[in-house]
């Protein structure tokens, strides 16, 4: 079935490291793909989406790269900081039907 | 602010009792869902609405209903609640079906003794 494989689970960073977080999904037809933040106690916020017909998307210290011919997609976050503390989800989802496949999730931690 | 609403935001409910969680959004969004989120297994989708009046199943639709009287509201109940309905349930909203962007409720923790 369709799924979305997303790693690492955990990560820790000193604050002002990049993170990376990959995710790698199974449905050739996905054509977009949004990542979530979810902060402690609080429900899942869009941080950057981006859309097939682009390799890669960039929001000030964020960035998503898109590689659809090997089914990877990629969340890069700059000069990290504290704030940026929370668990981070990848989806993968098409037009016209009701699924968004959501990886496992990944644990951010900036330490200060 | 426009968003979705979520109540309760957190219930203790013993097993066998009836329970509906409320969901109201205010963007005029035409899709809706249900999603509940356990530790490590991610966000799981009950049930689903494309537009008012019609609803779907969704991944882990057992023991949930959900009604879709109009657009603003979703309600999700659990007619008969079971430990195992024990997580943090979201309800999210799009303007359309599919690769959209989902905007999702603050979540109902909701705990079943």
């Known amino acids: 079935g369709e799924n979305v494989e997303q790693h690492p689970s955990t990560l820790s960073v000193q604050e ?6 990959k995710c790698t999904y199974s449905d050739s037809a996905s ?16 941080i950057i989406d981006i859309r097939s017909n682009v390799g890669e998307k960039k929001d000030q210290r964020i960035a998503v790269t898109l590689n659809k011919t090997a089914k ?10 504290p704030e940026d503390s929370a668990v981070y989800f990848c989806a993968a989802s098409k037009g016209g039907t009701y699924k968004y496949i959501f990886g496992t999730g990944t644990r951010l931690k900036v330490l200060a | 602010i426009a968003g979705i609403t979520q109540a309760p935001t957190s219930q203790i409910l013993a097993a066998g009792r009836r329970m509906t969680l409320r969901c109201t959004q205010d963007m005029r969004h035409n899709a809706m869902y249900w999603y509940r989120q356990d530790l490590g297994l991610g966000l799981r989708l009950i049930h689903y609405s494309n537009t008012a009046g019609t609803t779907g199943k969704g991944e882990v639709p057992d023991g949930y209903s959900v009604s ?9 109940t659990l007619a008969s609640a ?12 799009s303007d359309t079906f599919g690769a959209n962007v989902l905007t999702f409720g603050a979540g109902s923790r909701l705990t079943v003794l």
């Open chain 1, 72 to 81: 990877h997609f990629s969340l890069h976050i700059t000069e990290t900081q």
């Open chain 1, 31 to 46: 054509n977009y793909f949004p990542w979530y933040k979810q902060e402690l106690g609080k429900g899942p916020q869009l």
């Open chain 1, 16 to 21: 002002g490291d990049s993170a990376v977080i």
């Open chain 2, 68 to 76: 879709r009287a109009n657009t603003d509201d979703f309600p999700l």
């Open chain 2, 82 to 93: 079971v430990p195992s309905q024990t997580s943090v349930y979201f309800c999210a909203s």
